[in-house]
Structure formats: structure tokens, C-alpha cells
């Protein structure tokens, strides 16, 4: 995994692709994990964004996320979902997501509380073998069981803004 990781990381044409997206010339790239989920197993679904809805980003500044499959899948996430409007709805309807510092940056959509209905609104999206994912930070998903008879496996990692990473040196 490791060695594939690394590959993908050098691959010229990603920081390319990466300086485009991003609109910027130096990035600093992150490896978030490996994530290994065997048929029938997986964390149980929750309708999250890997940010805080309250410290939104702005589209052009918030960072991209990636995920590198290296089998057929599917995608959840709610469509359109990463506007300022979205976010605003979210802020009004769900008041016991607050500012307090999070062990990880995700919020979570608790299941029994969910006024609007998130779950409803997931589409899925199919994501065929050795496909790149990218998607922004302000995007709505969800992260479901692996319900196929195959190891689900995914590689999670991007390039960053180097001026918007707080550990870079300058």
C-alpha cells in the first residue's frame, strides 16, 4: 500500500491537475489513511463533512479531498450540498452542531435527529476500479457499510494550499 501510495503522490500529472484545481503553484501534499473495509463490514452510515459548517470556506478557497478506488464502488453525497445556502440551513436546523473543538474535524449529522431529512437527499454515485475522486471539503457525504463481496479499499489524500497549511514554513 504503501509503495502504490507513493506512487500516486509523484505522479507529476496529479500536481498538475492539483496546481489547476487549486489555483495555486506550491502545494504540500497529505496522505490522510489507507481505508480497508471487508464485505459486510464498515462504519455505520453518517451523513458528515469534513469541516465545521461554521467556519465554512469560501468554494474557491476550501481544500479538495481525494479518494483513489481501487475496486467498483459507489460515492454518497448530497447534490449541491456545498453552498453557503446549504451551510446556512444546516446552522439553522441542527443547533446542537456548535463551534466546540472536535477530536476530528468532521461534523456528523446524529441519525436521530435529522430534522431535514439528509438521508433522503444522498445520492449514489457509481465510482468504477482506479478512479480519482475529488471532491470539495464543503460537500455533504456519507460513509456506508461495504455491502459488496469484495475488500473495499481506498487511498484518502490531496494537496493542500502551501500559504494555508499553519505548519508550513515560509
Given at each position: 500500500?504503501?509503495?502504490?501510495?507513493?506512487?500516486?503522490?509523484?505522479?507529476?500529472?496529479?500536481?498538475?491537475?492539483?496546481?489547476?484545481?487549486?489555483?495555486?503553484?506550491?502545494?504540500?501534499?497529505?496522505?490522510?489513511?489507507?481505508?480497508?473495509?471487508?464485505?459486510?463490514?464498515?462504519?455505520?452510515?453518517?451523513?458528515?463533512?469534513?469541516?465545521?459548517?461554521?467556519?465554512?470556506?469560501?468554494?474557491?478557497?476550501?481544500?479538495?479531498?481525494?479518494?483513489?478506488?481501487?475496486?467498483?464502488?459507489?460515492?454518497?453525497?448530497?447534490?449541491?450540498?456545498?453552498?453557503?445556502?446549504?451551510?446556512?440551513?444546516?446552522?439553522?436546523?441542527?443547533?446542537?452542531?456548535?463551534?466546540?473543538?472536535?477530536?476530528?474535524?468532521?461534523?456528523?449529522i446524529d441519525k436521530k435527529r435529522d430534522?431535514?431529512n439528509l438521508e433522503e437527499k444522498l445520492?449514489?454515485?457509481?465510482?468504477?476500479?482506479?478512479?480519482?475522486?475529488?471532491?470539495?471539503?464543503?460537500?455533504?457525504?456519507?460513509?456506508?457499510?461495504?455491502?459488496?463481496?469484495?475488500?473495499?479499499?481506498?487511498?484518502?489524500?490531496?494537496?493542500?494550499?502551501?500559504?494555508?497549511?499553519?505548519?508550513?514554513?515560509n
Amino acid at each position: 500500500q504503501i509503495n502504490t501510495a507513493n506512487k500516486i503522490r509523484e505522479d507529476p500529472r496529479l500536481y498538475e491537475l492539483y496546481k489547476d484545481l487549486l489555483n495555486c503553484d506550491k502545494l504540500l501534499y497529505y496522505q490522510d489513511r489507507v481505508c480497508i473495509k471487508l464485505p459486510g463490514q464498515g462504519e455505520t452510515e453518517f451523513i458528515h463533512i469534513d469541516a465545521d459548517p461554521h467556519y465554512r470556506k469560501p468554494d474557491n478557497e476550501a481544500p479538495l479531498q481525494s479518494i483513489m478506488f481501487f475496486q467498483d464502488t459507489k460515492f454518497y453525497c448530497i447534490p449541491k450540498s456545498h453552498t453557503q445556502e446549504f451551510h446556512n440551513q444546516i446552522i439553522e436546523n441542527y443547533s446542537y452542531i456548535d463551534k466546540k473543538k472536535k477530536a476530528r474535524n468532521m461534523t456528523m449529522i446524529d441519525k436521530k435527529r435529522d430534522i431535514m431529512n439528509l438521508e433522503e437527499k444522498l445520492e449514489a454515485i457509481d465510482i468504477p476500479k482506479d478512479s480519482l475522486l475529488i471532491f470539495t471539503e464543503n460537500l455533504w457525504h456519507a460513509s456506508k457499510p461495504n455491502k459488496s463481496n469484495h475488500i473495499r479499499l481506498g487511498l484518502y489524500f490531496g494537496y493542500h494550499r502551501y500559504h494555508q497549511c499553519p505548519n508550513s514554513i515560509n
